[in-house]
């Protein structure tokens, strides 16, 4: 697909191609929020010994990752939540920004 059209003598910027930079930019802002990542830090930091041990031995009772699991397994989807909500705000207000523009 050409990056841009020939009209006239005159060449324009495909709108194809503005709207996939626009689709980046809401994804970034969705992405940023640092709560989002520190819980999805906190998430694999805290279930990941429990279910490596599992699938190591599942007859075994691992009480220590079970009880680091119970104790960041909500924290971090909490974490989680509150990330998305800030990056979903932060891309509105970021469209928002961009009508305006226009």
Partial sequence: MPDRRHNKGVVQPSPVRD???VNRSRMRALVSSRLLWAGLAL???GTGPL???I???PNSNPVG??????FTFW???GLIVVGVAIG????LEWGKQERQRR
Avoid: E
Wanted: glycine fraction near 4%.
């Fill in 75 to 77: 924290p971090s989807i």
């Fill in 19 to 21: 709207d996939l930079s």
């Fill in 43 to 45: 998430l694999v930091v």
């Fill in 88 to 91: 979903v705000w932060r891309a």
């Fill in 55 to 57: 699938a190591i031995s």
């Fill in 65 to 70: 990752p079970g009880i680091l699991t119970f």
């Fill in 51 to 53: 279910l490596i041990w």
